[in-house]
C-alpha cells in the first residue's frame, strides 16, 4: 500500500513552526524586503549570495532558501503574492510563474525593532493586496537592476547608494520627506515626480555619480500635455516624465533638493522601437538633440551586459543623418556607451577606476 502526501498550496498558510528562530539569514531577507518591496525567490538568493561573496563564503542553497521562505510564510513574516500575469485565463502560465515574496506585518516588526525604522505602524495587509500584476513588474524589473548594478559594482571595486542610502548626504531639507520627491515650480505651479530609484555609484576617493532609474514598461500613454500637469497628480505619461526633469535640470532642482547637479535619468524601456520612440520625444520636449540628461537602455542588454557595461543609448545615437529622423536602423549602427563615461569621458575618476 502506498501513502500519498497532500500538495501544498503556494497561497495558503501552514501551521506555524514554534521554535522559529529569527537567524542573521532571515533578518537579511526581510531587510532586502523591506528595500525592494517584493523580490522573487531567485532575487533574494541572489542578494544572499552577494552578501555570501562579501564575507567569502560559498553560495547558499536554493533549496534551503526555499524552506526558509515557507517557514517565513507560515509564520507570517512574509506574504506570498502572485507574479506578472498577462493571461489570467492560460492556467498553466500561472502556475509556471515564479512566486513573489513580500514584507507582512509581523516581519515588518520584527525590522522596525532591529533596525529602529518606522515601518511597524503601516497597513501591510492592505499594501500588499493593493499590488496587481503591472504593479508586481514594474517592481520586480526595478529590483533585477538595482541588484545586477549592485553585483558589477561590487565586481569593480565600487560602492552602491542605494535610493535613502543617499539621504545623509542630501540637504538637511530633504532628510526629512517619507519620498524623495523631485519639486519643480514653472509660473507659479509646483510639478512634482517621484523616481522609480535614486542611486549613485561612487569610488573611493568619494566621487558620486548620480542617477534617477525609471522602468518604463511601454504600457504608459504616448502623449498627454505638459500643461495638464499638477501636485500631486501621479503620472501616468512618459513625455510629462521627460518634461518634468528636464524642467527641474532646468531650475537646478537637482542641486537644491538632492544635493547633486551632475544627475543623469537611466531609462529601462522595451525594445529598440521604444528607445527610438522616447529619443524623438526628448528632442521635441527639451529642443536639444544632443542632450546627455536622459540614457535608454532595453532589460535584455541589462541582462547580459550588466548596468555598468557599455548597453546605454543617448537620443542622438538614434537619429539618421541620413533621412534626418529617427530610426531603429541609425540606433543599430551607433556604439553604446557605459553610464560611467557618460558624462566626462576619460576624465572621470570612475571610468579610470572601470577601465584600468
Known amino acids: 500500500m502506498t501513502s500519498t502526501t497532500k500538495r501544498r498550496r503556494r497561497f495558503t498558510r501552514s501551521r506555524s513552526r514554534r521554535d522559529f528562530v529569527v537567524t542573521d539569514r532571515v533578518l537579511s531577507t526581510l531587510r532586502a524586503l523591506g528595500r525592494f518591496r517584493i523580490l522573487t525567490i531567485d532575487q533574494i538568493i541572489r542578494l544572499l549570495d552577494l552578501e555570501q561573496d562579501m564575507q567569502q563564503m560559498p553560495p547558499v542553497s536554493s533549496q534551503k532558501v526555499s524552506r526558509l521562505l515557507r517557514d517565513l510564510f507560515d509564520t507570517g513574516y512574509v506574504e506570498r503574492l502572485l507574479g506578472p500575469v498577462t493571461n489570467l485565463t492560460d492556467f498553466d502560465a500561472v502556475h509556471r510563474l515564479p512566486t513573489t515574496y513580500a514584507l507582512a506585518k509581523s516581519g515588518a516588526e520584527h525590522v522596525a525593532a532591529t533596525d529602529h525604522i518606522p515601518i511597524a505602524h503601516l497597513d501591510w495587509p492592505r499594501k500588499n493586496r493593493q499590488f496587481h500584476s503591472s504593479n508586481i513588474d514594474h517592481t520586480v524589473g526595478i529590483a533585477d537592476f538595482v541588484i545586477s548594478l549592485l553585483a558589477d559594482c561590487r565586481q569593480c571595486g565600487l560602492d552602491l547608494f542605494d535610493h535613502r542610502d543617499l539621504v545623509p548626504y542630501m540637504p538637511p531639507s530633504a532628510r526629512d520627506k517619507r519620498d524623495l520627491t523631485l519639486s519643480v515650480i514653472v509660473d507659479g505651479v509646483e510639478y512634482t515626480r517621484r523616481p522609480d530609484r535614486i542611486i549613485a ?113 543617448a537620443p542622438q545615437h538614434a537619429f539618421d543623418n541620413i533621412s534626418l529622423g529617427y530610426s531603429v536602423h541609425a540606433l543599430d549602427a551607433a556604439t553604446p556607451i557605459s553610464i560611467l563615461d557618460s558624462t566626462s569621458g576619460s576624465h572621470n575618476p570612475l571610468f579610470l577606476m572601470k577601465t584600468s
Not at 544635493?259 to 528607445?275: E, H, M, P, Q
Not at 540628461?293 to 546605454?312: C, D, E
Request: charged share 20%; proline share 6%.
Open 201 to 313: 555609484v561612487g569610488d573611493s576617493t568619494g566621487t558620486k555619480l548620480p542617477f534617477v532609474l525609471e522602468w518604463h514598461s511601454g504600457e504608459v500613454p504616448a502623449n498627454r500635455a505638459p500643461d495638464a500637469l499638477w501636485r500631486g497628480y501621479r503620472q501616468s505619461n512618459f513625455s510629462d516624465t521627460i518634461w518634468i526633469y528636464w524642467m527641474a535640470r532646468q531650475a537646478d532642482a537637482f542641486k537644491r533638493l538632492w544635493g547633486l547637479s551632475n544627475f543623469r535619468v537611466l531609462t529601462v524601456t522595451a525594445s529598440d522601437k521604444s528607445i527610438v520612440n522616447l529619443s524623438r520625444k526628448v528632442t521635441h520636449i527639451t529642443g536639444r538633440p544632443t542632450t546627455n540628461l536622459f540614457l535608454f537602455t532595453t532589460p535584455s542588454r541589462v541582462l547580459q551586459h550588466g548596468p555598468l557595461g557599455p548597453i546605454w543609448y
